[in-house]
């Protein structure tokens, strides 16, 4: 009662990253609150699963194992979790921010009326004073995302409604096993408990996923560009200057709505969130919406004509200088001294 739910994506019988990071995001919350965490999993052939789950620091997990639960279709999940939630009445429940997220989160808020916060970049437990009502709230989740086209950082609060549902993209919280040998209990559920038969009325018959082209998400370096690269021919620029360091390219919106540079290279709040040891932006302006998906880099070098570029703000090193003028100075060095 009144703990802290995840729901963790299936891809066949692996739980995907960013279920993972939010269990462990969810750990420190249920620390913060005193409660405990729990996961839920729907799937097909889940023998084991608990294995993968248990040691993020997990207490209870719900297993709903059974032939129509993977691949995902929306009805029978949606309908597990509405059942169990009118049963746990958890006070959290998070979920990443993927195609299935952004399909089961709305469903299940919707159904249990209780708000949902999509695109979270951070979360965190304060109070909340409503001074009209004159009420005071406590161990409330602040449900933290940039608003207003990215021009300010939106803390959101749920003070009434259970639970407090928000969706966090892959990569934004950071993913760590609590203990490997973490003890909880294991609950296999009877699906037809929670899911009628009617649910099923959607059949996979054919699927197919495409792996990405990239390796953005777990580069050691990253060389981005923006709008200020110009042209795709300015893109291909980096392309080179990444081949020397053995680096990804990535981009920003403004780059990639330009026709500069591949969709699945954006970075930024509506798209990867990197964290790599090294962040190279070149070009790049530096709107709130890309630094969320970029600030945790070890390093961050900018290279800018403008001083006053917002992402100067958080560099750790700024070249002042045209990409036009540097980036060819920057390819010339690295390939006579990375031989």
Not at 137 to 154: C, D, H, K
Request: charged share 25%; glycine share 10%; hydrophobic share 40%.
């Amino acid at each position: 009662m009144n703990n802290v739910f995840v729901y963790c994506e299936l891809e066949g019988t692996t739980v995907a990253d960013v279920s993972l990071e939010l269990l462990t995001k969810g750990r420190k919350l249920a620390n913060q609150l005193n409660c405990s965490l729990e996961a839920i999993v729907a799937g097909t052939n889940l023998g084991g699963i608990e294995k993968q789950i248990m040691p993020y620091g997990v207490d209870k997990l719900h297993i709903f194992d059974a032939p129509g639960l993977f691949p995902y279709t929306s009805m029978p999940h949606a309908s597990i979790l509405i059942n169990l939630f009118k049963e746990e009445k958890p006070q959290i429940c998070l979920m990443g921010a993927t195609v299935i997220g952004r399909d089961l989160g709305p469903r299940v808020s919707s159904a249990l009326t209780s708000g949902l916060t999509a695109d979270c970049t951070s979360l965190e437990i304060g109070s909340h004073e409503d001074k009209k009502a004159g009420k005071k709230y406590e161990n409330l989740l602040y449900q933290i995302r940039p608003a207003f086209g990215g021009n300010i950082v939106a803390t959101i609060v749920n003070p009434e409604h259970r639970p407090q549902m928000a969706t966090v993209r892959e990569g934004v919280m950071k993913k760590e096993i609590c203990n490997e040998n973490y003890k909880g209990e294991v609950v296999i559920h009877d699906v037809a408990k929670y899911v009628p038969e009617t649910d099923f009325v959607v059949k996979v018959i054919d699927r197919h996923v495409e792996k990405a082209k990239h390796n953005l998400k777990g580069a050691a370096i990253v060389v981005a560009g923006g709008y200020g690269m110009g042209s795709k021919e300015g893109f291909d620029k980096l392309f080179e200057l990444a081949k020397e360091l053995h680096a990804e390219v990535g981009a920003s919106r403004a780059a990639v709505d330009a026709g500069f540079c591949d969709h699945d290279r954006q970075i930024g709040q509506t798209g990867l969130t990197v964290h790599p040891k090294l962040y190279i932006a070149c070009g790049i302006s530096g709107q709130i919406q890309h630094i969320a998906g970029m600030q945790d880099a070890g390093i961050i070098i900018s290279i800018n004509n403008d001083e006053n570029a917002p992402i100067n703000k958080i560099a750790d090193y700024i070249i002042n200088g045209t990409v036009e003028e540097v980036i060819p100075k920057m390819i010339k060095y690295y390939k006579k001294n990375t031989k």
